[in-house]
């Protein structure tokens, strides 16, 4: 008896195509578009957010307890919001994504006041702010733009280019991070601001003045997030650097790439520290860290003078201490 030629196509099976050489084609996506694919993968991706949660030095037993995109508060709005327990911690992550618009005046700041605000009010135990952005947009800026950390696309990309159990979607969300790479190119541009280009000014002049074994470079134009200033004293070596965060209060000693090695700098140096001094992580480095004054560089530089010179006094403390703990 002859075969059905109907029942012998439902017989057949259907052709798997190849996922990798699908193409799709996102011509333009806005900073809306990255953060519905991030908000999307915090929330139903937990090797994403484990992943993620890494790169700003989260890690442990961790849940996901709430994620938000445009949260309004009276400090400003953060793009996204997440919430996590680790271990017996919760952590409030407030993200900003750029593709290639510049910050906003006063930007960083208002992220900051949002974290100061959640901790005084005791919704978490800790607070993150995070700038996500092609790498273009941050080039050499070291301070990172006044952010606790900052990821970029490039990375996320990469994720998402090595997350094979994903099947076509996840090259919807590689073409998603590929446009947004093309279309950021135009990156992080240096917007001058004159009360804190006058600041660094004068803090050089002081510096030059009262602590110039220091070498602190003479400024050019500084932006508005300019907050970190670094010493280029002759005696350090490579990777280590002498820097003021004017903003947060810390004069520190930076050592790169030490950021997941704390054990190794309190064996190294951990008898030898001044009462004052701390060992403390900070981003991917680790410091040996002496609290100082916060200093507003948006005021006169007269009501911060006082804590400038204490600064300089402290980072020349901290350099010596380095130059003979090295000796030994």
Request: proline share 5%.
């Amino acid at each position: 008896m002859g075969t059905n030629s109907s029942q012998s196509k439902e017989a057949k099976s259907p052709v798997s195509p190849n996922t990798d050489s699908i193409q799709t084609n996102i011509p333009w996506v806005t900073e809306r578009d990255i953060d519905m694919l991030l908000l999307e993968e915090f929330s139903s991706s937990p090797d994403f957010l484990k992943w993620f949660l890494a790169q700003i030095e989260i890690s442990g037993q961790t849940s996901l307890i709430s994620t938000a995109c445009t949260v309004v508060t009276s400090t400003g709005e953060s793009d996204l919001e997440i919430t996590v327990k680790c271990d017996d911690k919760i952590f409030k992550i407030l993200i900003e994504d750029k593709i290639g618009a510049p910050l906003q005046p006063r930007q960083p700041d208002r992220y900051r006041d949002r974290a100061k605000a959640y901790l005084h009010e005791g919704k978490c135990s800790a607070v993150k702010t995070v700038l996500i952005a092609p790498s273009n947009y941050f080039k050499k800026t070291a301070d990172r733009l006044g952010f606790d950390y900052v990821v970029g696309h490039e990375s996320i990309r990469e994720w998402f280019d090595k997350a094979k159990d994903m099947g076509n979607r996840r090259l919807c969300k590689i073409a998603i991070l590929d446009s947004a790479l093309k279309y950021g190119t135009i990156g992080w541009k240096l917007v001058p601001n004159e009360k804190v280009t006058e600041f660094w000014r004068l803090y050089w002049e002081l510096a030059d003045f009262l602590a110039p074994e220091l070498k602190m470079p003479k400024p050019r134009d500084r932006p508005a997030t300019s907050f970190f200033i670094y010493f280029k004293p002759v005696s350090l070596t490579k990777n280590v650097s002498l820097v003021h965060k004017v903003c947060y209060g810390n004069v520190d000693l930076q050592f790169s790439g030490m950021g997941n090695r704390i054990g190794e700098l309190e064996q190294r140096f951990g008898n030898l520290l001044d009462n004052d001094m701390q060992i403390e992580p900070a981003s991917k480095s680790a410091v040996i860290r002496i609290r100082v004054p916060e200093i507003d560089m948006m005021a006169d530089f007269s009501n911060s003078k006082e804590a400038v010179r204490k600064a300089l006094r402290t980072a020349v403390r901290l350099l010596d201490w380095y130059k003979r703990v090295e000796k030994k």
